[in-house]
């Protein structure tokens, strides 16, 4: 009965070592809501995030080029700084989609879903070891399907 705590605890530990030494390149990227609510607007927005070793820069765009029809494409690129130890990151992350948008009681309020893919990739530099990767991802942004069904059988 000991043995699994005693391994839980072992675990635990040699993980924790093994973190406390990385360095941290957390730069938040900003969220695409777009809210459109009809056909040739156009929503743009930009930011930027930082962290004491790195920051990034975020570019986000929506368009509605059809009726209850968006687009998005959002991008965002984050640089690690070289503080002389041999430690140096970087990255992006780009992603796009479609989806329905339909705005409901007298165009106060916006329902949305959009689904799209995105690719990401970041290289660094941890002790003088490069470790490099890239991947491709889906996304699905949705509310309940009852929802759904409710908002397009109202007029």
Do not use: W
Not at 66 to 85: H, P
Not at 101 to 114: G, I, M, Q, R, S
Not at 124 to 140: D, E, G, Q
């Amino acid at each position: 009965m000991k043995r699994p705590f005693i391994y839980c605890a072992l675990a635990g530990t040699f993980i924790a070592l093994l973190t406390s030494c990385s360095h941290v390149y957390y730069a938040p990227s900003g969220q695409n809501v777009p809210l459109m609510k009809e056909q040739g607007e156009l929503q743009l927005s930009a930011g930027t995030a930082g962290s004491g070793e790195g920051g990034g820069a975020n570019v986000m765009a929506a368009y509605a080029p059809g009726k209850n029809i968006g687009v998005t494409l959002n991008s965002y690129i984050a640089t690690g700084s070289n503080d002389g130890s041999g430690a140096d990151g970087h990255g992006y992350i780009i992603e796009g989609g479609v989806g329905y948008f339909k705005p409901f009681a007298n165009d106060k309020l916006v329902f949305e879903t959009y689904a799209g893919l995105g690719v990401v990739a970041y290289a660094t530099t941890m002790l003088i070891i490069p470790v490099a990767m890239c991947s491709l991802y889906a996304l699905l942004y949705s509310l309940p399907l009852a929802f759904l069904l409710i908002m397009l059988i109202l007029p």
